[in-house]
């Protein structure tokens, strides 16, 4: 069995992005998005976006990278209260109790106020900083708090698109450091799921075997898509987890992820991506189904 959680980051960020998501879902491959608390058209896509699609399984994007922050933690935003700092500090100073702490109550706010809006199944962040094993455990301890029993991993097994658009880019080097960045500290973060979950009879947390999304982020077309599950496709029991972007393009800034909204609606996409052998569904009807397994 091969499950597939087809996943937009970014709803609520902009309102191209939430419009983008209601499309692709309605009209694609979408079946999952995850919400940031913060963002600018949270209200917008909580009260005109997902009654529309009420379906669509639902996440939490915790977002410390940009946007105005809930509780103004100094060590992280400006004198206005928004987030300043990028990955790497907060890759640095990942062990700061100070920081750690600051970053624990925002979590905590954003988390309170998307489920007071609605019923989350799954905990990812903007940039992956949840990545960060220190960040990870947090975020860890909040869903079991919160009794959310997903979340996000990102390790993404290595694969080539032969075709030179997809690797003559300036992104492409970077992404392929990102890569093996994340691959590192999700093999720790994974052993922490399963250290935990060997404890108890039943399953604590869930988390995506595989990510595919992170070698061609901004570049999430067709073959990328394809090509990346084409990897993955002799292995059994897996939970993949694709990762997207997809705007409306309504500024010369959106233009790359206007491709990956026209991406994810393309005609046979979805009868491709099942010849592959994966089904499609979300992380709230996995789990009521079938369990990942945690490699």
Same mark, same amino acid.
């Given at each position: 069995?091969?499950?597939?959680?087809?996943?937009?980051?970014d709803?609520?960020?902009s309102?191209?992005?939430?419009?983008?998501?209601?499309?692709?879902?309605?009209k694609?491959?979408?079946?999952?998005?995850?919400?940031?608390?913060?963002?600018?058209?949270y209200g917008?896509?909580?009260?005109?976006?997902?009654?529309?699609?009420?379906?669509?399984?639902?996440?939490?994007h915790?977002?410390?990278?940009?946007?105005?922050s809930?509780?103004?933690?100094?060590?992280?935003?400006?004198?206005?209260?928004?987030?300043?700092k990028?990955?790497?500090?907060?890759?640095?100073?990942?062990?700061?109790k100070?920081?750690?702490?600051q970053?624990?109550?925002?979590?905590?706010?954003?988390?309170?106020? &998307?489920?007071?809006?609605?019923?989350?199944?799954?905990?990812?962040?903007?940039?992956?900083?949840?990545?960060?094993?220190s960040?990870?455990?947090?975020?860890?301890?909040?869903?079991?708090e919160?009794?959310?029993?997903?979340?996000? &991993?990102?390790?993404?097994?290595?694969?080539?698109?032969?075709?030179?658009s997809?690797?003559?880019?300036?992104?492409?080097?970077?992404?392929?450091?990102?890569?093996?960045?994340?691959?590192?500290?999700?093999k720790?973060?994974?052993?922490?799921?399963?250290?935990?979950?060997?404890?108890?009879?039943?399953?604590?947390?869930?988390?995506?075997?595989?990510?595919?999304?992170?070698?061609?982020?901004?570049?999430?077309?067709?073959? &990328?898509?394809?090509?990346?599950?084409?990897?993955?496709?002799?292995?059994?029991?897996?939970?993949?987890?694709?990762?997207?972007?997809?705007?409306?393009? &309504?500024r010369?800034?959106?233009?790359?992820?206007?491709?990956?909204?026209?991406?994810?609606?393309?005609?046979?996409?979805k009868?491709?991506?099942?010849?592959?052998?994966?089904?499609?569904?979300?992380?709230?009807?996995l789990?009521?189904?079938?369990a990942?397994?945690?490699?």
């Amino acid at each position: 069995m091969k499950n597939l959680i087809f996943n937009s980051d970014d709803f609520g960020l902009s309102e191209e992005s939430n419009l983008a998501i209601m499309e692709g879902y309605t009209k694609g491959v979408l079946t999952s998005t995850c919400i940031a608390p913060n963002g600018e058209f949270y209200g917008h896509g909580i009260k005109e976006i997902l009654p529309e699609i009420s379906s669509i399984g639902k996440g939490i994007h915790l977002n410390i990278i940009e946007g105005k922050s809930l509780t103004n933690p100094s060590m992280l935003t400006d004198s206005n209260g928004k987030f300043n700092k990028g990955f790497l500090y907060l890759l640095y100073n990942s062990n700061n109790k100070k920081l750690l702490a600051q970053i624990e109550d925002e979590f905590r706010a954003q988390i309170e106020k &998307t489920m007071a809006d609605v019923e989350i199944d799954h905990i990812n962040s903007h940039v992956h900083t949840h990545a960060i094993p220190s960040i990870f455990n947090l975020v860890l301890k909040l869903a079991l708090e919160y009794k959310i029993k997903n979340i996000r &991993t990102q390790f993404e097994e290595p694969y080539f698109v032969p075709k030179l658009s997809k690797i003559l880019t300036p992104k492409y080097p970077v992404n392929l450091i990102k890569v093996a960045l994340l691959n590192n500290f999700s093999k720790t973060n994974l052993n922490t799921i399963q250290s935990l979950n060997s404890k108890s009879e039943l399953k604590k947390i869930n988390t995506n075997d595989f990510l595919i999304g992170v070698n061609f982020t901004g570049n999430m077309t067709k073959d &990328t898509i394809l090509y990346g599950l084409s990897a993955l496709q002799k292995k059994e029991n897996i939970t993949v987890e694709i990762l997207c972007h997809p705007k409306y393009l &309504t500024r010369d800034e959106n233009r790359e992820n206007y491709k990956e909204l026209l991406a994810v609606c393309e005609p046979g996409l979805k009868d491709e991506i099942q010849n592959l052998g994966f089904s499609l569904l979300n992380y709230k009807e996995l789990e009521n189904n079938v369990a990942p397994v945690v490699n």
